[in-house]
């Protein structure tokens, strides 16, 4: 099962807006609207922040949004703020119903 | 409130075996999907292994299939993996998570296993 694939890292200023991508095949990504998200700041779990592509769980602000096109899904953060510096993570049900998350992108917060 | 609470996890020489248990509350258990996600030191997320609601079907990564089993315990709300054969590439914090479509909507605070002489 191969990794998604997402920049090792991104960077941006404090309200600016940042893109992280995560690409996979029409196995996983490109195959299924099931599709996630994930923060996870220094010691701490990771935290749901998108589920189904593009749906944010009660409680996570509305300036995470998430997308996909063909193989590619994207989780875009507007007006960065400095709690959102943080690793995040994209996952993605498979064809053979096995797990696979992406490698993880830092965000820092300039 | 969903809560995941993991133990079970420490010191392991390789080619032993741990038993990591995982006590959820707060949902109905025996409606939802499991798994076990593990971080190695410094490293990103892998999926370990799933289980679903009833505990009739399970699945497992090429890394662990065949040393790793899981399983739950419905009447306890509880979740386990049962590690077997470690090696230092097993080394890292295994989290518990409640699954939809792996989707992974909770997450415990996680148990560290250190697989070493």
């Known amino acids: 099962q191969s990794a998604l694939t997402q920049p090792a890292s991104v960077s941006g200023s404090p309200g600016q807006s940042i893109t992280i991508s995560c690409t996979g095949t029409s196995s996983d990504v490109g195959g299924y609207n099931y599709v996630s998200w994930y923060q996870q700041h220094p010691g701490k779990a990771p935290k749901l922040i998108i589920f189904e592509v593009s749906n944010r769980p009660s409680g996570v602000p509305d300036r995470f949004s998430g997308s996909k096109s063909g193989n590619t899904a994207s989780l875009t953060i507007s007006g960065l703020q400095a709690e959102d510096e943080a690793d995040y993570y994209c996952?993605?049900?498979?064809?053979?119903?096995?797990?696979?998350f992406g490698g993880g992108t830092k965000v820092t917060v300039l | 409130e969903v809560q995941l609470l993991e133990s079970g996890g420490g010191l392991v020489q390789p080619g032993g075996s741990l038993r990591l248990s995982c006590v959820a509350s707060g949902f109905t258990f025996n409606r939802y999907a499991m798994a076990w996600v593990r971080q190695a030191p410094g490293k990103g997320l892998e999926w370990v292994s799933s289980i679903s609601p009833s505990g009739g079907t399970t699945y497992y990564a090429d890394s662990v299939r065949g040393r790793f089993t899981i399983s739950r315990d419905n009447s306890k709300n509880t979740l386990f993996l049962q590690m077997n054969s470690l090696g230092a590439e097993d080394t890292a914090i295994y989290y518990c998570?409640?699954?939809?479509?792996?989707?992974?909507?909770?997450w415990g605070q996680g148990a560290l296993v250190t697989v070493s002489s």
């Open positions: 998570a409640q699954e939809v479509w792996l989707q992974f909507y909770n």
């Open positions: 996952s993605s049900y498979t064809y053979n119903d096995l797990g696979v």
